[in-house]
């Protein structure tokens, strides 16, 4: 152990600490992370609580540990760099098990240095939900779940032999642990009718984002430059995975209908790839002839993204209406609001109890492409109402969806009691 870890630990040897299972490293090169990343800074800010991030490293020799913003890194040997390829089941099966390694290591080191150990495993998403239940229970702690998607419900269309499996696997993580913290009441209300868990068990706790990075006034110009658009060309943007219930295929079509008006539209997708990109929606774009309408720069580091969303007029959510869509939140919807974009959205259940038609974005009914297209065509035409739509979006950011704020009700399920479970070496 290095001499900075083992003076780090002197120091906080009285400090409770939790063990948070995340799947890439911290600060994140990636949006997976961002909900832990903050959640672990509240911790140690809020809580005083030292946080352990587990997480594997990108490769088998990156194998390391550091601190970082207060938080102690702590990376297995892992595949990072695999997780979403060809062989990422087997490569969760790995992380799954070496998650569950690390947090038996970590605190029979602190049994032994005769510090406080852990008060609590946390962890987001369910096979990390499930590493974290065994890590408790085998070292009898409580688990804390964060627990955003319906991972058996986004399965159906993209891995469904998995469907059922995940299925089994989140009721039994939701079960077994001590908090569930959910991003909205819609979903809230779903696991106490629908699985069983009681009131006071589920916690919500939304996502959001960061109101200082994400925010009005960046280079968008720039941007545009680089991408070779002029600053009048009406530009819509799509940032995140692509997958068939992301709707970007109807999206598509929705651009196909908006430039026989506008031919001069452009429609940036930040992010994306992947088996269905390659297969359904390259195909499409060609199909309907958009090639010269898209720009696919493809993934950008995270710390570009606001630049880019400042380069565009709209931000576009044409999701299709699923069990997992009507529950969550999604991190794009406050990162094109952060930036000051108006947004068009599909009419969902959680969705819905935020984004209001005419408030703060344009809300149309899942799949409905005439009603997608007639809304980008009013905000390219009606700038003036796309800056009060984004303004709203904006001020909604700040007041109520900033992690800073978000993460201190979670932070405050971290009671004396949890807090008092930290092993205490005898005579301490």
Not at 145 to 166: H, N, V
Not at 349 to 369: H, M, P, Q, T
Not at 403 to 421: G, H
């Amino acid at each position: 152990m290095s001499h900075h870890v083992t003076n780090s630990l002197h120091k906080s040897e009285d400090n409770p600490k939790a063990a948070l299972l995340v799947e890439t490293t911290i600060p994140p090169v990636s949006r997976a992370n961002l909900r832990m990343y903050w959640l672990a800074r509240a911790l140690s800010n809020e809580g005083d609580v030292l946080v352990n991030m587990v997480a594997p490293s990108r490769d088998l020799p990156s194998r390391k540990s550091y601190f970082t913003e207060g938080i102690w890194m702590n990376q297995f040997p892992g595949f990072g760099r695999a997780l979403y390829g060809t062989f990422r089941l087997p490569v969760r099966l790995w992380h799954f098990i070496a998650s569950i390694l690390s947090v038996i290591l970590l605190e029979i080191m602190y049994r032994r240095s005769k510090v406080s150990g852990f008060c609590a495993v946390h962890a987001w998403n369910p096979l990390a939900g499930m590493a974290a239940v065994v890590a408790g229970t085998i070292i009898r702690r409580p688990v804390f779940l964060d627990f955003t998607d319906f991972y058996s419900d986004i399965a159906r269309t993209d891995m469904p032999l998995l469907s059922k499996p995940l299925v089994w696997l989140e009721n039994l993580v939701l079960n077994r642990s001590h908090r569930v913290f959910v991003v909205s009441e819609v979903m809230r209300e779903h696991l106490i009718a629908n699985k069983g868990l009681s009131p006071e068990k589920v916690v919500v706790v939304p996502d959001g984002t960061d109101a200082q990075t994400f925010r009005p006034g960046l280079d968008g110009a720039g941007v545009r430059r680089k991408l070779g658009l002029s600053n009048d060309t009406p530009l819509i943007i799509f940032h995140g995975d692509i997958k068939h219930d992301d709707g970007v295929d109807v999206l598509i079509h929705v651009l196909a209908r908006v430039a026989k008006e506008r031919p001069d539209v452009r429609l940036l997708i930040l992010g994306g790839g992947g088996p269905y990109f390659d297969t359904v929606i390259k195909p499409l774009i060609s199909e309907l002839g958009l090639a010269e309408n898209i720009v696919t720069p493809g993934w950008i580091p995270h710390q570009e993204v606001p630049a880019y969303l400042n380069a565009c007029d709209i931000g576009a959510m044409t999701l299709r209406a699923t069990l997992n869509h009507d529950n969550y939140l999604s991190f794009k919807l406050f990162e094109y609001w952060g930036c000051g974009l108006p947004v068009v959205v599909t009419k969902l259940k959680a969705i819905g109890r935020i984004v209001k038609d005419g408030e703060n974005g344009l809300v149309c009914l899942s799949e409905d492409v005439e009603a997608y297209a007639q809304a980008f065509l009013r905000l390219i035409g009606d700038r003036e109402l796309g800056r009060r739509l984004g303004a709203a979006g904006r001020e909604l950011v700040e007041c109520e969806f900033d992690w800073r704020e978000i993460m201190k009700k979670e932070v405050a399920c971290y009671t004396q009691d949890i807090l008092n479970l930290s092993y205490r070496p005898k005579g301490k």
